[in-house]
């Protein structure tokens, strides 16, 4: 299904509450994801809907023109920032973890094997996922701030990408470097068992 931009998660979460028997997985930019649908994305993940959410994060928005978006750095250039931003970036990851998520995982595009295993391992887990991708955008991220040519942009992500168990600068993503791996993984009943159980306690008579 395509959903309106940022509009995915909620489609999704109906699509789970009406038939929990589906496998759900939604792929969202860094722009969808954290702007226009960034009350989505904490409800999803306070509510521990059972999905999983792969958010391509190229620091930018790459589609519509360059823009910064809410994962753009301080100093960081951009059609919207040629002075360099002003705003603090989100880290994606720590934002779902607060708000609730039970899988949280970080991986990059140059260590593709390693991000295919955390999206398995965000698709077995029962709950809500948040799998963040860093991804490469050497059209205009690139061009602004680091480089221009896509080997060489797979090449910094190879420097910047730490394990998380090696990790020591607050656990929080910074421009150059953040930590890639599980960042948490907590057992939580997902959201549609709660809902159908309070759904049958009600039906059975009980005070819901």
């Given at each position: 299904?395509?959903?309106a931009?940022?509009?995915?998660?909620p489609?999704?979460?109906?699509?789970k509450?009406a038939?929990?028997?589906?496998?759900?997985?939604?792929?969202?930019?860094?722009g969808d994801?954290?702007a226009?649908?960034?009350?989505h994305?904490?409800?999803?993940?306070?509510?521990?809907?059972?999905?999983?959410?792969?958010?391509?994060?190229n620091?930018i928005?790459?589609?519509?023109?360059?823009q910064?978006?809410?994962t753009?750095?301080?100093?960081?250039?951009?059609?919207?920032?040629?002075?360099?931003?002003?705003?603090p970036?989100?880290?994606?990851?720590?934002?779902?973890?607060?708000?609730?998520?039970?899988?949280?995982?970080?991986?990059?595009?140059?260590?593709?094997r390693q991000?295919?295993?955390?999206?398995?391992?965000?698709?077995?887990?029962?709950?809500?996922?948040?799998?963040?991708?860093?991804?490469?955008?050497?059209?205009?991220?690139?061009?602004f701030?680091?480089?221009?040519?896509?080997?060489?942009?797979?090449?910094?992500?190879r420097e910047?990408a730490?394990?998380?168990d090696?990790?020591?600068?607050?656990?929080?993503?910074?421009?150059?470097?953040?930590?890639v791996?599980?960042?948490s993984?907590?057992?939580?009943?997902?959201?549609?068992d709660?809902?159908?159980?309070?759904r049958?306690?009600?039906?059975?008579g009980?005070?819901?």
């Amino acid at each position: 299904m395509h959903a309106a931009h940022g509009r995915a998660l909620p489609f999704a979460t109906g699509a789970k509450v009406a038939d929990p028997s589906l496998k759900v997985i939604v792929v969202m930019g860094d722009g969808d994801c954290a702007a226009i649908g960034g009350n989505h994305l904490i409800h999803a993940a306070r509510r521990n809907v059972d999905l999983t959410a792969v958010v391509f994060n190229n620091s930018i928005y790459g589609m519509t023109g360059g823009q910064k978006s809410p994962t753009t750095h301080v100093g960081d250039r951009s059609t919207t920032s040629v002075y360099g931003n002003a705003e603090p970036a989100f880290d994606l990851c720590e934002l779902a973890r607060a708000a609730g998520a039970t899988y949280v995982a970080r991986g990059t595009s140059w260590a593709y094997r390693q991000l295919v295993q955390l999206i398995a391992g965000g698709l077995v887990h029962e709950g809500f996922s948040f799998v963040e991708a860093m991804a490469v955008c050497n059209t205009y991220y690139g061009r602004f701030n680091l480089t221009a040519d896509g080997a060489e942009f797979l090449l910094a992500q190879r420097e910047h990408a730490v394990p998380v168990d090696k990790y020591e600068i607050d656990g929080a993503r910074l421009r150059d470097s953040y930590p890639v791996g599980v960042i948490s993984h907590v057992e939580r009943p997902p959201y549609s068992d709660v809902y159908a159980d309070a759904r049958s306690r009600k039906e059975a008579g009980g005070d819901g």
